[in-house]
């Protein structure tokens, strides 16, 4: 937001409110393991000497699929905490 008082400019940035809040970590946490997974596909794809078909299969396709997944659990946390479910596991 800006805001002038007479021949100032000063800057406000509102906080961050508690809804918006809760939803920054589980995207943080969901952006590092994507990235954590995908350099280590790429890394371990260019590293071996196995055949094409085999570096798919061992090193592309589980990594595709734990990042899918971690989407879908990112997905599902949005649903709780649009329910009011601060902590998942006082449901246990």
Do not use: C, H
């Amino acid at each position: 937001m800006l805001r002038l008082w007479g021949n100032k400019i000063t800057f406000y940035i509102s906080p961050m409110d508690s809804q918006r809040k809760k939803y920054l970590a589980p995207i943080i946490v969901t952006i590092f393991i994507a990235l954590y997974y995908s350099i280590a596909a790429m890394i371990f794809y260019d590293y071996n000497d196995l055949p094409f078909i085999a570096k798919i299969v061992l090193f592309v396709v589980p990594s595709i699929i734990i990042i899918v997944m971690m989407v879908m659990v990112l997905l599902e946390r949005f649903k709780e905490i649009k329910k009011g479910e601060e902590d998942d596991l006082s449901q246990y």
